[in-house]
Nanobody, 129 residues
């Protein structure tokens, strides 16, 4: 059974930085897709960033256009932890951020919710302007 636990959310002023972490446990074999999604108040959940990893390697990363150049997704395989480094934060980045896993799957540019079977509980990020 896969478990995901996020941490690192909080409040920051516009232009600031935060780093989210997602501690993963459970059955991860071969190549896997991990991702960060977010859901702002009154909006649908959207994929923010995805990463394909396996055998200690990162194969590819994907970002939604609105965060390209500002957010970086990475994974520390030794610690089984996924990260999202968020720089130059904007008020519109305010949302609940969720870690998601697709063990054995491949990330797609679309980052569809239905592709991910495992989700964390969420971490709130609030950016004040």
């Amino acid at each position: 059974q896969v478990q995901l636990v996020e941490s690192g959310g909080g409040s920051v002023q516009a232009g600031g930085s935060l780093r989210l972490s997602c501690a993963a446990s459970g059955a991860f074999y071969g190549r896997n897709c991990m991702a960060w999604f977010r859901q702002a108040p009154g909006k649908e959940r959207e994929g923010v960033a995805g990463i394909d990893t396996g055998g200690g390697r990162t194969y590819s990363t994907h970002y939604v256009d609105s965060v390209k150049g500002r957010f970086t997704i990475s994974q520390d395989n030794a610690k089984n932890t996924l990260y999202l480094q968020m720089n130059s934060l904007k008020a519109e980045d305010t949302a609940m951020y969720y870690c998601a896993a697709d063990p054995g799957g491949w990330c797609t540019e679309a980052m569809r919710e239905d592709d991910f079977g495992y989700w964390g509980q969420g971490a709130m990020v609030t950016v004040s302007s």
